[in-house]
């Protein structure tokens, strides 16, 4: 079983059937959801994705969400221990600290990134859109 490291976007693109998700990054969502393969969501993508849904006003499906994710077998969030926090102060100082977390936690986890995020694909070269 493969896992997957799931950055904000994919998470919230996925939760709301954008079309924006690339369509790699959507098979592999489906496995997840139905228990072929394993998601991990730092913590960071869980507070960046709360704060999506406050600015634009779905808090409530957020929330529901986050309560399924929680109880689910499929999908993981990790705490941000000081193993990933030390693999990710090893990264370089000019990647934004919610994109090294994400960086650090699927490196940590030998996992692939499913991200649209240019400077995630430039320093992990794992990645799925």
Do not use: C
Not at 98 to 113: E, G, K, L, S
Request: avoid cysteine; aromatic fraction near 10%; proline fraction near 3%.
């Amino acid at each position: 079983m493969v896992l997957y490291v799931i950055d904000a976007h994919a998470l919230l693109w996925y939760m709301s059937n954008d079309k924006r998700l690339g369509e790699k990054a959507r098979k592999i969502m489906n496995k997840i959801d139905s228990g072929e393969e394993v998601g991990i969501l730092p913590s960071i993508v869980i507070l960046e994705s709360l704060y999506v849904a406050e600015k634009y006003g779905f808090v409530e499906q957020f929330a529901n969400l986050y309560k399924t994710i929680k109880i689910s077998q499929n999908y993981f969030i990790p705490p941000l221990s000081t193993e990933i926090i030390d693999v990710a102060i090893e990264l370089p100082h000019e990647i934004e600290l919610h994109d090294r977390v994400i960086i650090a936690t699927a490196r940590y986890f030998n996992a692939q990134i499913i991200t649209k995020d240019e400077i995630i694909k430039k320093y992990e070269k794992r990645t799925i859109w």
